[in-house]
């Protein structure tokens, strides 16, 4: 495992890549903490900002084009800026199971799922985690 293809990779896919591992750290521990709390609340925003940032930052990365400069995955981004500020109005109007649904899809799909398809041979993460 080494991080220089990461590292050598041109921007924005080492940003979108550590905000990333950000999110699924930060979203794991916001799955296992109790909820409600005032961390829990401090966590929520700064995943929240994460996942728009991971979500943003994908329509700069056009290594796979099947539309025109866009992928699949793209649609994965705009589903991901419209759910994450909808999980937190969620959470402001006190809709627990909403927000909790929303949240848990984000990570599992967005964060989870995405994610193994970066470790397909040929992506930077293939080459990331199991060598050239």
Known sequence: MSLGPLLSAPPPIPWHAFAAFAALAIGGAQLALPKG????????????????????SSFWI???????????IHLLSILVLVT??????????????AHRGA?????????????IFT?????????VVFGQ
């Open 103 to 115: 949240m848990i899809k984000l990570y599992v799909f967005a964060l989870i799922g995405a994610g």
């Open 37 to 56: 709390t005032p961390r829990h609340r401090v966590f929520g925003y700064v995943w929240a900002a994460l996942m728009l940032l991971i979500a943003i």
């Open 119 to 127: 470790l397909l041979p040929g992506r930077i993460m293939h080459a």
């Open 84 to 97: 994450v500020p909808l999980a937190v109005w969620h959470a402001h109007s006190h809709k627990v199971a």
């Open 62 to 72: 056009r290594e796979i084009r099947l539309i025109g400069p866009f992928s699949p």
